[in-house]
């Protein structure tokens, strides 16, 4: 059974730098796709990132970037110039196309603080 | 903003009664699914719908029932409330035309079951 693991309860960094959160994933699949979420205070689950299992470019969405290792199944998350906005829990979450129910399988998620 | 809204935002409840959540979606997805968030278990699948009628159990289904008789909506019921159900629940969709299934989340309701 695929599984999905963040072994960081909590990260904390000072605003403007850089911050890297872990994801592990255990799979037998060799395609499917990773996703970061994140979750504010106000309990909005907003996605961050994704990226697919075939690509070996890491994904990038302005601050946001990922370092995707396949061999490794690790997927982490890399958040530079940390704004207190950024504070929320993070979520990796992982999903194969062979999967017949259609789910996402998530981590327990890491709690970033900011501080100013 | 995937046009998902969730009702009520929170709700408190005793034990043995029954309780319905409803998601909205507003763009005719396909596919829809109910979670709960629980501290330290990230989400959790309770049950998902891919149309009108079709619906089959996630993973922690007991003690819940789905219905799906409209495309925009998909409501969960809880039959008999237990102390054990108190949960965050969100409501998800995903987009048909995405090929990368990810979801898209609705604000969450809050229950309490006292």
């Known amino acids: 059974a695929q599984t999905v693991t963040q072994s960081q309860p909590e990260m904390s960094v000072q605003e403007a730098e850089t911050v890297t959160l872990s994801c592990t994933y255990d799979?037998?699949?060799?395609?499917?796709?990773l996703f970061w979420y994140k979750q504010p205070p106000s309990r909005q689950m907003i996605l961050v990132i994704r990226q697919e299992a075939y690509k070996q470019q890491n994904a990038t969405e302005n601050r946001f970037s990922v370092n995707f290792q396949k061999a490794a199944k690790s997927f982490s998350l890399k958040i530079s110039d940390s704004q207190l906005g950024d504070a929320a829990m993070y979520f990796c979450?992982?999903?194969?196309?062979?999967?017949?129910?259609?789910?996402?399988?998530w981590g327990a998620g890491t709690k970033l603080i900011i501080k100013p | 903003d995937a046009g998902i809204t969730q009702s009520p935002r929170h709700k408190v409840t005793e034990t043995g009664t029954p309780v319905t959540l409803r998601c909205h979606q507003t763009?005719?997805?396909?596919?829809m699914y109910w979670y709960r968030q629980d501290p330290g278990h990230g989400l959790r699948l309770i049950h998902y719908?891919?149309?009108?009628?079709?619906?089959d159990k996630g993973e922690v289904s007991d003690g819940y029932s789905v219905s799906r008789s409209k495309t925009e909506d998909f409501l969960l019921t809880l039959e008999s409330a237990t102390s054990s159900q108190t949960s965050v629940y969100f409501c998800a969709i995903r987009p048909g035309t995405s090929g990368t299934y990810e979801q898209y989340f609705g604000p969450g309701t809050r229950l309490t079951v006292t």
């Open positions: 979450a992982y999903r194969t196309p062979m999967d017949s129910n259609y789910q996402l399988i």
């Open positions: 719908s891919y149309g009108v009628k079709d619906t």
């Open positions: 763009e005719n997805h396909r596919y």
């Open positions: 799979t037998s699949e060799s395609d499917y796709y």
